[in-house]
């Protein structure tokens, strides 16, 4: 089960199984999305299932996650998402009512997010092979051939941005799912990160890398671009935006927020000179009202994520394995 | 009769003033010959008149230097030759394979006679000292150990050093780091900010001190923060600006008087006190010891340790301190400073000034903590004074590296019959810890000019170094589970080799099925183990946190139990918020972010968080160590009952633990009885479940490992009821047994399965 857990199973997964197999130059750069150059034109292409469990929770509901998750992550490559596909597989018996709801939910996101969807299957599986429903959607968008964003790219002296406070979405699937109530509602950040992107593009700031810190989180996403990059990256636990009720829950629950999933935060990387005017540009957004800057890219420690911590030590924050086992005695 | 013999010594025979040793027998008795270096030890010819060689052979073991240690001695006749003189054979390259390092030690009798005497040429310099004592491990770069391959290298021998150095006869023959006022290091006393501050450095730090302030010192494997143990407001300053709320901190004391007049002093107690190793011993406190509260805040224990280093000594002879506190130099549970830079980079708003000098420490090595209980010395931590001295192993092992676990971490090579377990190295979660993890490693590899082959590391997918075992190329990397590694540990250093029943006890460890293992009965040898009984499983609600918040475990195992500590109206839940208990119990009953657990930590976590010791830990066991503490009321014999689920393995089951605990409770029960009846029942179950274990499988030798085992109560206790059973009981003095023993037992494991002639 850990495999699809965005943490070190599977990078594992993808390193000794499908690069190997489908190997090319395209795939090998792993990153969200592909960069295709297709008579001049320069494209961006990716796809993602989403098989959340519960199927509606406080925010949003898998239709809009589906839309949401595939086009922040073509905007996260630099890229204006243009259209979409979307197949469904759906488990026999499943509730009308529920697919009408959860369409209109994706054709609302589609429009919010400036995309169309344009091609679609459907799959109906026997009972109990499928939990209600799962949705993939794919999706293309074009990218000025100049940009050149990837997760190889930071460097020392480098500064972390992030557009808003974390966890908030693991937190409200969590808390649906096993039917707890926390003191405060909270709610999924699933929203399309299109127009963020498109103001930070516009600030002509030297950005190196965005991520969509989805599965695995803040955490997981740092750790791919030190590897990626062969650098170190150092966060400050104090600068890291965390909603009150999400600390709570987080500590209730034992998980450390920097490894819960969010849908509409955004993490980039970018020359220090220009960190000041980018934070401005992310901060004037409505969706990026919360950003902070959060850390910066070390070349010592090359490959490894560390905090220092709001007691001043400084701890390794590695690719998630097995939680929630402790490591601690 | 006239003879020639050839005398083989192998063990730590190097840098420990053994060749003049040699020498100066040869010269007394009127022999001629040579003494050298060989890969193995120390060869030595002597030739002369047959009694006199027999007497010579007498005085070379029992008048041994202070610090050698010899492993075999071989004897063999070889023909005479010619000439009348005796010499000292300098070491050569490669010569030095196999012999042994010294550890650092504290300053001699000799060296502080001569640095407390105002007529000596050494009166008051701080870096005293000779063959018999002085720094060693942690002044090494490379081998052999000569003053090239040390940190005194920066520093030239004036021509009375080096006339020392050079003579046979004086007591600072080849001494290494040989030195005095006119050549050798410096003191220097400095500000927060690293700027020098004028006057005479050991009076500046002892004006600063007696005025309260927190003088960082620089001493043999690191800094210590030192504060004035006598004045609480100083000691209270310390914790605040280390973050270290409410472990207890080690204070050094003149003497054994003084040591006394604090905490009940047993003859062992002083012995070890008072050790060239000179650990910080743990001894029962007096109550009116006259030292403040924080010094060691709930602890019915105190750690207390004697100077060690020249300047400690000049500290407390000009300073007239009762008692100082001496804390590894760090933030939190990071790794202990040794750098000048690092030390005043790190420890910026700790420390408010530095007695620092200019000799550099090569390798951190915090202080070693021992604990004696009734004849039995317990390792707690295993570091300097004893690092790099190895544990004898069974020979013809290949070699091998292990990583340890991931909590008071230490790695362990092995070489031949030596295992070298490294010093204590921390909580590998901290960058710096983990930097020097590798470092711990190099450093083995360097010394030992040895590169295993074969790397053993823990079963746990998520520990950093099973992460940095898993990485490593070209190398064979065997996987060894926690518990079975605690117990081959055991087996290692009691030289056990065929199978045992293994009493596992702990707080955490990554189990074969996945879940959270610490309360284990195995049948294990060092190629294998069967699980024969373990504590029933519980949730752990919150995982990790439930370690932090005790509590968290008490409504697990009341849950597990059929009790609703919800209904039950419980007085120790008093502090806990209602919604934060009813989600908590929420996440037991249903398995929310709960691993299954049969820890024994955790079980005594539930029974001092259910009695109302504690709710919430700040250091590891915290919770446990107060249960065990309150464990005083000697005059009860009542105990509590388990019931124990017969069967392949065993399961010791809790509930009825738990119910008669909460019947006690509404009696109104004392702490100190429920804690008594718990231990016994607890110990008569284990007892029972052994005794039963051994009559079926006929296995009479069982061996005791596992952080609870710092329990005494429990290991006395136990090994008290398995003797009474006819068994054989073994247990842990060489290396701890929590977790910074854990790398000799996966060494040794490794070792068997990586043993590619055996079949
Ligand atoms: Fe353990
Ligand atoms: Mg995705
Ligand atoms: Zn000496
Ligand atoms: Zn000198």
Redesign the interface.
Known sequence: MGHGGGGRLSADLFRNVFLPAFGNSILGRADDQAFLEIGGARLAFTTDSFVVKPLFFRGGDIGSLAVHGTVNDLAVGGATPLFLSAAFILEEGFPLECLRRIVSSMREAAQRASVQIVTGDTKVVEKGSCDGMFINTAGIGIVDTHLHLSADQARPGDVVLLSGPIGDHGIAI?AER?G?S??ADIVSDTAPLHSLVADLLATGATIRCMRDPTRGGVASSCNEIAQTSGVGIQLEEKAIPLREEVRGAC?????DPLYIANEGKLLAICAPEDAERLLAAMQRHPQGAGASRIGSITSA?SG?L?MR?A??????V?ML????????? | MKARKRISVSGIVQGVGFRPHVYRLAYRYGLSGHVRNTVAGVTIEVQGPDDTLGRFLRSLESEAPPLARIASLSVEEVACLPGTDFTIHRSEAGEHADTLIAPDIATCADCLRELLDPADRRYGYPFINCTNCGPRFTILKRIPYDRPNTSMAAFGMCAQCQAEYDDPFSRRFHAQPNACWNCGPQLAFLDAEGNAVGGDPLAQTIDFLKAGWIVAIKGLGGFHLCVDATQSAAVEELRRCKRRFEKPLAVMVPDVAQADSLCVVSEADRALLESPQRPIVLMRARSCSGLPESIAPRSPDLGIFLPYTPIQHLLFARGSFAALVMTSANLCEEPICIENDEAIDRLRGIADYFLSHDREILLRCDDSVVRNFQGRTTMLRRSRGFVPVPVTIERGLPGVLAVGGELKSAVCMTKGEHAFVGQHIGDLESLAAYQFFQESIAHLENILEWKPSLIAHDLHPGYLSTQWATQQQDVRTIPVQHHHAHIASCMAENQLAGRVIGVALDGTGYGTDGQVWGGEILIADFRGFERAAHLNYVPMPGGAQAIREPWRMAVAYLDHAGGNCLEEGLPFLGSIPAGHLEMVRRMAVQRIRSPLTSSCGRLFDAVAALIGLRTEVSFEAQAAIELEACCQDRMEDGEYCFFVQEGECRAIGTASLFEQILADLKHGVSQATISRRFHRGLLSTLADVIHRISLSTGIQDVCLSGGCFLNTHLTVGLDRLLRTEGLKVYTQSQVPCGDGGLSLGQAAIAGHLGDVSWR
């Open positions: 969590l096993e707890l926390f003191e500590e209730l629950l034992g998980l420690n490894l560390t911590t007691l001043g030590a400084t701890r390794i590695d394995a097995n939680d929630p086992l402790p490591r601690i005695c």
